[in-house]
Nanobody, 126 residues
Framework: QVQLVESGGGLVQAGGSLRLSCAASGRTFSSYAMGWFRQAPGKEREFVAA????????YYADSVKGRFTISRDNAKNTVYLQMNSLKPEDTAVYYC???????????????????WGQGTQVTVSS
C-alpha cells in the first residue's frame, strides 16, 4: 500500500514557476513508476509527466515539454514537478500517481496507476 500527499500548489502569475512535491509512504515507493496528472474544471484528467522507478526515464505531455521537469528522490520517498514558464492554461488540480514500473508505454494512461493523491490546486493568472 502506498499513500501519496501532494503539496506546493498555489497562485502564480503567468511566466512564473512552482514546484510541486508528492510525498509517499510505504517501503515500496522506489519500485513504482510515478506520474503527474491534472484536471481543469469541466475537463478530463490528463497526463502531464511520468518518471521510471530509477528516475532515468522521463515522459512528458507535449503541452508541458520544455517547461516542466519531473524528478524523484527515492531516499526521501518524494517525486517533484518543477513547473516553469507557467501559462493560464496550466491552471488545474494536479494529482500525483503511482503505478507499476512496467510497461512504460502505459505511463500516459490513468488506468496504469494504482495509487493517487488528493490533488493540489495550481492557478496561473494572466
Amino acid at each position: 500500500q502506498v499513500q501519496l500527499v501532494e503539496s506546493g500548489g498555489g497562485l502564480v502569475q503567468a511566466g512564473g514557476s512552482l514546484r510541486l512535491s508528492c510525498a509517499a509512504s510505504g517501503r515500496t515507493f522506489s519500485s513504482y513508476a510515478m506520474g503527474w496528472f491534472r484536471q481543469a474544471p469541466g475537463k478530463e484528467r490528463e497526463f502531464v509527466a511520468a518518471i521510471g522507478w530509477r528516475g532515468g526515464s522521463t515522459y512528458y505531455a507535449d503541452s508541458v515539454k520544455g517547461r516542466f521537469t519531473i524528478s524523484r528522490d527515492n531516499a526521501k520517498n518524494t517525486v517533484y514537478l518543477q513547473m516553469n514558464s507557467l501559462k493560464p492554461e496550466d491552471t488545474a488540480v494536479y494529482y500525483c500517481a503511482g503505478g507499476p514500473a512496467l510497461p512504460s508505454r502505459s505511463y500516459y494512461r490513468r488506468d496504469h496507476y494504482e495509487y493517487w493523491g488528493q490533488g493540489t490546486q495550481v492557478t496561473v493568472s494572466s
